[in-house]
Protein backbone atom coordinates (compact mmCIF):
# COMPACT_ATOMS: atom_id res chain seq x y z
CA UNK A 1 0.00 0.00 0.00
CA UNK A 2 2.86 2.29 0.76
CA UNK A 3 4.24 2.08 -3.04
CA UNK A 4 0.77 3.06 -4.37
CA UNK A 5 0.59 5.94 -2.07
CA UNK A 6 3.94 6.73 -3.27
CA UNK A 7 2.89 6.64 -6.78
CA UNK A 8 -0.05 8.72 -6.25
CA UNK A 9 1.64 11.31 -4.58
CA UNK A 10 4.64 11.31 -6.86
CA UNK A 11 2.11 11.46 -10.03
CA UNK A 12 0.08 13.68 -8.31
CA UNK A 13 3.22 16.90 -7.91
CA UNK A 14 4.29 15.88 -11.76
CA UNK A 15 0.56 16.53 -12.92
CA UNK A 16 -0.10 19.80 -10.22
CA UNK A 17 3.27 21.30 -11.14
CA UNK A 18 3.81 20.62 -14.98
CA UNK A 19 0.42 21.55 -15.81
CA UNK A 20 -0.27 24.26 -12.83
CA UNK A 21 2.99 25.46 -14.47
CA UNK A 22 1.38 26.13 -17.92
CA UNK A 23 -2.37 27.39 -16.60
CA UNK A 24 -0.07 29.71 -14.41
CA UNK A 25 2.09 30.80 -17.76
CA UNK A 26 -1.31 31.44 -19.70
CA UNK A 27 -3.44 33.21 -17.08
CA UNK A 28 -0.14 35.53 -16.39
CA UNK A 29 0.36 36.03 -20.02
CA UNK A 30 3.77 34.68 -20.68
CA UNK A 31 5.60 35.05 -17.17
CA UNK A 32 6.10 31.41 -16.51
CA UNK A 33 7.61 30.97 -20.04
CA UNK A 34 8.23 27.91 -22.17
CA UNK A 35 11.30 26.74 -20.81
CA UNK A 36 9.68 27.64 -17.38
CA UNK A 37 7.47 25.07 -18.30
CA UNK A 38 9.62 22.76 -19.75
CA UNK A 39 12.19 23.20 -16.44
CA UNK A 40 8.79 22.76 -14.12
CA UNK A 41 8.32 19.36 -15.60
CA UNK A 42 12.36 18.44 -15.49
CA UNK A 43 12.61 19.75 -12.01
CA UNK A 44 9.43 17.92 -10.13
CA UNK A 45 10.44 14.56 -12.05
CA UNK A 46 13.28 14.60 -10.97
CA UNK A 47 12.66 15.43 -7.08
CA UNK A 48 9.46 13.14 -7.12
CA UNK A 49 12.13 10.36 -7.94
CA UNK A 50 14.60 11.40 -5.26
CA UNK A 51 11.59 11.58 -2.80
CA UNK A 52 9.48 8.02 -4.15
CA UNK A 53 12.36 6.15 -5.81
CA UNK A 54 13.39 4.04 -3.36
CA UNK A 55 9.60 3.15 -2.18
CA UNK A 56 7.45 2.55 -5.54
CA UNK A 57 10.31 3.05 -8.62
CA UNK A 58 8.96 6.80 -8.56
CA UNK A 59 7.16 5.29 -12.29
CA UNK A 60 4.22 8.20 -11.93
CA UNK A 61 4.04 7.12 -15.41
CA UNK A 62 1.62 4.08 -16.37
CA UNK A 63 3.74 3.19 -19.81
CA UNK A 64 6.92 3.41 -17.87
CA UNK A 65 4.92 1.08 -15.50
CA UNK A 66 4.03 -1.72 -18.00
CA UNK A 67 7.52 -1.67 -19.93
CA UNK A 68 8.79 -2.36 -16.77
CA UNK A 69 6.69 -5.43 -16.64
CA UNK A 70 7.19 -6.27 -19.95
CA UNK A 71 10.80 -6.30 -19.45
CA UNK A 72 10.28 -8.60 -16.69
CA UNK A 73 11.53 -6.41 -13.74
CA UNK A 74 8.33 -5.59 -12.45
CA UNK A 75 4.91 -7.91 -11.29
CA UNK A 76 2.27 -7.86 -13.77
CA UNK A 77 -0.36 -8.26 -10.82
CA UNK A 78 1.03 -5.17 -9.88
CA UNK A 79 0.71 -2.93 -12.80
CA UNK A 80 -3.28 -2.45 -12.57
CA UNK A 81 -3.00 -0.92 -8.96
CA UNK A 82 -0.35 1.51 -10.03
CA UNK A 83 -1.63 3.16 -13.23
CA UNK A 84 -5.25 3.21 -10.46
CA UNK A 85 -2.60 4.67 -8.15
CA UNK A 86 -1.47 7.23 -10.67
CA UNK A 87 -4.47 8.40 -12.41
CA UNK A 88 -5.86 9.06 -9.34
CA UNK A 89 -2.98 11.16 -8.57
CA UNK A 90 -2.90 12.83 -11.92
CA UNK A 91 -7.09 13.37 -11.59
CA UNK A 92 -6.83 14.84 -8.03
CA UNK A 93 -3.45 17.42 -9.13
CA UNK A 94 -5.88 18.62 -11.81
CA UNK A 95 -8.56 18.88 -10.04
CA UNK A 96 -6.88 21.57 -7.94
CA UNK A 97 -5.31 23.17 -11.25
CA UNK A 98 -9.53 23.53 -12.38
CA UNK A 99 -10.37 24.90 -8.30
CA UNK A 100 -7.85 27.37 -8.33
CA UNK A 101 -7.80 28.35 -12.00
CA UNK A 102 -11.23 27.71 -13.24
CA UNK A 103 -10.50 30.18 -16.30
CA UNK A 104 -7.96 27.57 -17.56
CA UNK A 105 -9.38 26.42 -20.64
CA UNK A 106 -7.41 22.73 -21.30
CA UNK A 107 -5.94 23.01 -17.60
CA UNK A 108 -2.71 22.44 -18.97
CA UNK A 109 -3.64 19.32 -21.75
CA UNK A 110 -1.36 18.08 -24.75
CA UNK A 111 -3.54 18.91 -27.96
CA UNK A 112 -1.46 18.13 -30.84
CA UNK A 113 -0.75 21.47 -32.43
CA UNK A 114 0.42 19.35 -36.19
CA UNK A 115 -1.27 16.18 -37.87
CA UNK A 116 -2.39 13.83 -35.59
CA UNK A 117 -0.21 11.01 -37.40
CA UNK A 118 3.01 13.16 -36.79
CA UNK A 119 2.09 13.69 -33.41
CA UNK A 120 1.36 10.47 -32.72
CA UNK A 121 5.15 9.39 -34.04
CA UNK A 122 6.80 12.59 -32.14
CA UNK A 123 5.10 10.68 -29.23
CA UNK A 124 6.59 7.36 -29.70
CA UNK A 125 9.61 8.73 -30.60
CA UNK A 126 10.07 10.73 -26.93
CA UNK A 127 8.51 8.21 -24.98
CA UNK A 128 11.44 6.04 -26.56
CA UNK A 129 14.07 8.34 -25.97
CA UNK A 130 12.86 9.08 -21.77
CA UNK A 131 12.19 4.65 -21.79
CA UNK A 132 15.67 4.31 -22.66
CA UNK A 133 17.59 6.42 -20.28
CA UNK A 134 15.44 5.24 -17.48
CA UNK A 135 16.51 1.76 -18.49
CA UNK A 136 20.30 2.78 -18.73
CA UNK A 137 20.48 4.55 -15.21
CA UNK A 138 17.83 2.66 -13.28
CA UNK A 139 18.59 -0.47 -11.36
CA UNK A 140 15.57 -2.45 -12.23
CA UNK A 141 12.31 -0.84 -11.61
CA UNK A 142 14.05 1.17 -9.05
CA UNK A 143 15.00 4.72 -10.12
CA UNK A 144 17.06 5.81 -7.51
CA UNK A 145 20.95 7.05 -7.07
CA UNK A 146 22.01 10.95 -7.42
CA UNK A 147 22.41 10.18 -11.39
CA UNK A 148 18.83 8.62 -12.29
CA UNK A 149 17.18 11.75 -10.86
CA UNK A 150 19.33 14.00 -12.63
CA UNK A 151 19.65 12.06 -15.71
CA UNK A 152 15.81 11.19 -16.15
CA UNK A 153 14.84 14.87 -15.27
CA UNK A 154 16.98 16.35 -17.79
CA UNK A 155 15.43 14.37 -20.68
CA UNK A 156 11.78 15.04 -19.63
CA UNK A 157 13.43 19.07 -19.73
CA UNK A 158 15.09 18.43 -22.71
CA UNK A 159 11.85 16.61 -24.79
CA UNK A 160 9.52 19.77 -23.32
CA UNK A 161 12.02 22.04 -24.74
CA UNK A 162 12.00 21.66 -28.10
CA UNK A 163 8.48 19.16 -28.61
CA UNK A 164 6.12 21.03 -25.72
CA UNK A 165 5.13 23.47 -28.20
CA UNK A 166 4.25 20.89 -30.91
CA UNK A 167 2.86 17.69 -29.35
CA UNK A 168 2.50 18.73 -25.32
CA UNK A 169 5.55 16.20 -25.27
CA UNK A 170 3.46 13.91 -22.59
CA UNK A 171 5.09 10.98 -22.99
CA UNK A 172 2.65 10.01 -20.10
CA UNK A 173 -0.51 8.88 -20.05
CA UNK A 174 -1.75 9.92 -16.99
CA UNK A 175 -0.42 13.29 -17.31
CA UNK A 176 -2.74 13.93 -20.52
CA UNK A 177 -5.33 11.88 -19.15
CA UNK A 178 -6.42 13.65 -16.35
CA UNK A 179 -6.19 17.20 -17.57
CA UNK A 180 -8.19 16.23 -20.68
CA UNK A 181 -10.92 14.76 -18.88
CA UNK A 182 -11.20 17.71 -15.95
CA UNK A 183 -11.63 20.29 -18.99
CA UNK A 184 -13.16 17.48 -21.27
CA UNK A 185 -10.91 18.56 -24.26
CA UNK A 186 -10.74 14.48 -25.02
CA UNK A 187 -9.91 14.59 -28.90
CA UNK A 188 -6.89 12.84 -30.19
CA UNK A 189 -6.67 11.49 -26.28
CA UNK A 190 -5.81 8.53 -27.10
CA UNK A 191 -3.07 9.45 -29.29
CA UNK A 192 -0.89 10.03 -25.88
CA UNK A 193 -2.27 7.23 -24.12
CA UNK A 194 -0.99 4.61 -27.13
CA UNK A 195 1.92 6.76 -28.20
CA UNK A 196 4.38 6.53 -24.94
CA UNK A 197 2.98 2.86 -24.25
CA UNK A 198 4.36 1.98 -27.75
CA UNK A 199 7.42 3.95 -27.30
CA UNK A 200 8.39 2.62 -24.00
CA UNK A 201 8.10 -0.90 -25.16
CA UNK A 202 10.15 -0.28 -28.11
CA UNK A 203 12.76 1.10 -25.91
CA UNK A 204 13.02 -2.01 -23.76
CA UNK A 205 13.32 -3.94 -26.46
CA UNK A 206 16.16 -2.25 -27.77
CA UNK A 207 17.86 -2.79 -24.89
CA UNK A 208 18.89 -6.33 -26.12
CA UNK A 209 20.60 -4.49 -29.36
CA UNK A 210 23.09 -2.43 -27.44
CA UNK A 211 23.93 -4.47 -24.10
CA UNK A 212 25.86 -7.54 -23.26
CA UNK A 213 23.84 -10.77 -22.71
CA UNK A 214 24.44 -10.52 -18.91
CA UNK A 215 23.15 -6.53 -18.60
CA UNK A 216 20.36 -7.13 -20.94
CA UNK A 217 19.24 -10.05 -18.47
CA UNK A 218 18.73 -7.43 -16.03
CA UNK A 219 16.22 -5.73 -17.69
CA UNK A 220 15.07 -7.51 -20.27
Known amino acids: MKRFIAEAIGTFGL ?3 GTGAIVINEVTQGAVTHPGVAV ?3 LIVMAMIYAFGDISGAHINPAVTIAFAYAKKFPWKDVPLYIIAQ ?3 ALLASGFVWMLFP ?3 TLGATIPQIEV ?3 FIFEILLSFFLMVVIINVSTGSKEIGVIAGIAIGGVVLLEAMFAGPITGASMNPARSIAPALMS ?3 QHLWVYIVAPIIGC ?3 VMSCRL ?3 DTCCETFC
Open 210 to 212: VKD
Open 201 to 203: LFA
Open 184 to 186: WNL
Open 40 to 42: TFG
Open 15 to 17: VFC
Open 87 to 89: LLG
Open 117 to 119: WRV
Open 103 to 105: EGE
